[in-house]
């Protein structure tokens, strides 16, 4: 993997980005070159629109980005990326023509734009037809071997074997006889030399997976592992990577203490977040004023009560905070109390099933996020009775409470909506990798694949 300001992308996924973004400026001039021919007018030379050629491109390929066409079901399935890539490509061409409207002569004209669509659907189809055949295959993984043979070295097994993953695992090293999960592990006694047999294997990683390390840690094998030039890495920080989550399963204080990340030089990347979530926010509260008044009026004659619905929930360092949402539940939904939502909630009214399912109902907490209460990207946040409990459940709950709730994050668009203890737990998994390994570059990775859950809303409830 490659690892972007902390955050990693799989070797595969940033392969197959590049070449769409070098077909996307290919589409782009064979479209300017037709309809120059077409009304007989001197194409000129590449340099002189290769602004507009990039402005197309990266425009496209955002739209790529944010709609999921390279997650993992659309490296697995043509039929699940080609629907992605039409969306996307459709996305970007209203994106650029609303551009031209507004700044004529900022992007291509809109009837080369046409001609680009089709161009760049067939370019990145036939991209995905001949890299995936390859993409998958394991000359695009990384070979691992794995020090253990127990239930952790059991869970990378099937971590490996998921159609998504980037690496395969080429053996697996009892160091014990203890706990034994995986028949076909090479006992350690029938190897000379354990740093020549990885290399022998062309292994670029070795994963320790040992399930008590006390007095059991082979130091001499891994520094001769590591003197071989062979990456050697912890299991939690093996998982994290390949996750993209903190597994609440087999971490320690000490790991969390002693890893990379929650990193204490975050001062100008707060104040650019703080600046963007003022300007962002102040933005959206005037476009989306007649969205809130149209749906807050809507929301009156659909059902008594109030149009807004408020509620105290806990935000950054566990201080309160008041919530404002579009209310979608009845009046008299916690008569009872405070409970999680259920699949087809009986509470939620029938305005409420739309406007929770495109987020409509978000929209007011960017009173929140212009006040400071809330940015735009960070774990959710919750009831406080809800709160209480998760922290007598889970460990290290009270630390996602470190870093500001946000509207999106990374559990949101990463989980499905849970409603149970062990949803919480997952999603927890999630918020605690932000929190960890928090950059702007993250949080618009996330503001760009929200537009994926608004458009699928997987779980929305």
Not at 330 to 356: Q, S, Y
Not at 370 to 381: A, I, Q, T
């Given at each position: 993997?490659?690892?972007?300001?902390?955050?990693?992308?799989?070797?595969?996924?940033?392969?197959?980005?590049?070449?769409?973004?070098?077909?996307?400026?290919?589409?782009?001039?064979?479209?300017?070159?037709?309809?120059?021919?077409?009304?007989?007018?001197?194409?000129?030379?590449?340099?002189?629109?290769?602004?507009?050629?990039?402005?197309?491109?990266?425009?496209?390929?955002?739209?790529?980005?944010?709609?999921?066409?390279?997650?993992?079901?659309?490296?697995?399935?043509?039929?699940?990326?080609?629907?992605?890539?039409?969306?996307?490509?459709?996305?970007?061409?209203?994106?650029?023509?609303?551009?031209?409207?507004?700044?004529?002569?900022?992007?291509?004209?809109?009837?080369?734009?046409?001609?680009?669509?089709f161009i760049a659907t067939g370019l990145l189809v036939a991209n995905r037809l001949i890299l995936g055949s390859f993409l998958g295959t394991s000359a695009f993984r990384r070979r691992v071997v794995v020090l253990g043979a127990g239930p952790r070295a059991?869970?990378?097994?099937?971590?490996?074997?998921?159609?998504?993953?980037?690496?395969?695992?080429?053996?697996?090293?009892?160091?014990?006889?203890?706990?034994?999960?995986?028949?076909?592990?090479?006992?350690?006694?029938?190897?000379?030399?354990?740093?020549?047999?990885v290399s022998n294997l062309g292994a670029s990683e070795v994963v320790l997976a040992l399930e008590e390390r006390r007095n059991s840690l082979p130091l001499k094998d891994l520094l001769r592992i590591k003197t071989k030039g062979v990456h050697v890495n912890?299991?939690?920080?093996?998982?994290?990577?390949?996750?993209?989550?903190?597994?609440?399963?087999?971490?320690?204080?000490?790991?969390?203490?002693?890893?990379?990340?929650?990193?204490?030089?975050?001062?100008?990347?707060?104040?650019?977040?703080?600046?963007?979530?003022?300007?962002?926010?102040?933005?959206?509260?005037?476009?989306?004023?007649?969205?809130?008044?149209?749906?807050?009026?809507?929301?009156?004659?659909?059902?008594?009560?109030?149009?807004?619905?408020?509620?105290?929930?806990?935000?950054?360092?566990?201080?309160?905070?008041?919530?404002?949402?579009?209310?979608?539940?009845?009046?008299?939904?916690?008569?009872?109390?405070?409970?999680?939502?259920?699949?087809?909630?009986?509470?939620?009214?029938?305005?409420?099933?739309?406007?929770?399912?495109?987020?409509?109902?978000?929209?007011?907490?960017?009173?929140?996020?212009?006040?400071?209460?809330?940015?735009?990207?960070?774990?959710?946040?919750?009831?406080?009775?809800?709160?209480?409990?998760?922290?007598?459940?889970?460990?290290?709950?009270?630390?996602?409470?470190?870093?500001?709730?946000?509207?999106?994050?990374?559990?949101?668009?990463?989980?499905?909506?849970?409603?149970?203890?062990?949803?919480?737990?997952?999603?927890?998994?999630?918020?605690?990798?932000?929190?960890?390994?928090?950059?702007?570059?993250?949080?618009?990775?996330?503001?760009?694949?929200?537009?994926?859950?608004?458009?699928?809303?997987?779980?929305?409830?």
């Amino acid at each position: 993997m490659i690892r972007l300001f902390k955050h990693y992308i799989p070797h595969a996924v940033l392969l197959l980005g590049l070449f769409d973004l070098a077909l996307l400026i290919v589409a782009g001039e064979a479209a300017w070159l037709v309809r120059a021919s077409q009304i007989e007018m001197d194409a000129g030379p590449i340099i002189e629109r290769f602004g507009l050629l990039m402005t197309f491109a990266v425009i496209v390929w955002t739209a790529m980005i944010a709609v999921g066409v390279y997650g993992a079901e659309a490296l697995r399935s043509m039929q699940f990326a080609g629907t992605r890539l039409l969306v996307a490509i459709s996305l970007g061409i209203i994106a650029l023509s609303v551009i031209d409207f507004v700044l004529p002569g900022a992007t291509m004209w809109r009837s080369t734009l046409l001609y680009s669509m089709f161009i760049a659907t067939g370019l990145l189809v036939a991209n995905r037809l001949i890299l995936g055949s390859f993409l998958g295959t394991s000359a695009f993984r990384r070979r691992v071997v794995v020090l253990g043979a127990g239930p952790r070295a059991k869970r990378l097994s099937d971590l490996a074997n998921r159609p998504e993953s980037g690496f395969v695992i080429v053996a697996y090293i009892a160091m014990t006889e203890a706990a034994r999960e995986v028949p076909e592990a090479i006992a350690r006694e029938a190897i000379h030399d354990l740093g020549q047999f990885v290399s022998n294997l062309g292994a670029s990683e070795v994963v320790l997976a040992l399930e008590e390390r006390r007095n059991s840690l082979p130091l001499k094998d891994l520094l001769r592992i590591k003197t071989k030039g062979v990456h050697v890495n912890e299991f939690s920080s093996f998982l994290e990577r390949e996750t993209g989550r903190v597994d609440l399963d087999t971490v320690n204080p000490s790991w969390l203490i002693f890893s990379d990340g929650f990193s204490a030089g975050r001062t100008f990347s707060s104040a650019a977040k703080r600046i963007f979530d003022v300007l962002a926010s102040g933005l959206l509260l005037v476009m989306t004023l007649p969205v809130i008044a149209l749906f807050a009026l809507l929301i009156k004659l659909d059902s008594k009560g109030p149009a807004f619905f408020r509620q105290p929930r806990v935000g950054l360092y566990g201080e309160t905070f008041d919530v404002i949402k579009l209310r979608s539940m009845r009046t008299d939904a916690e008569k009872d109390g405070v409970k999680w939502a259920e699949k087809d909630d009986p509470r939620i009214t029938r305005l409420g099933k739309f406007i929770r399912k495109v987020r409509i109902d978000e929209l007011p907490q960017t009173w929140s996020v212009l006040k400071g209460e809330m940015s735009f990207v960070g774990p959710r946040p919750e009831v406080p009775k809800f709160v209480g409990e998760l922290e007598q459940e889970l460990p290290y709950y009270a630390e996602r409470h470190m870093v500001k709730p946000g509207i999106t994050g990374w559990a949101q668009i990463n989980y499905p909506y849970g409603a149970s203890i062990e949803d919480a737990r997952h999603k927890l998994e999630y918020d605690l990798y932000y929190a960890k390994n928090y950059t702007p570059f993250l949080d618009l990775l996330i503001l760009l694949q929200t537009l994926r859950v608004v458009l699928w809303p997987e779980g929305a409830r």
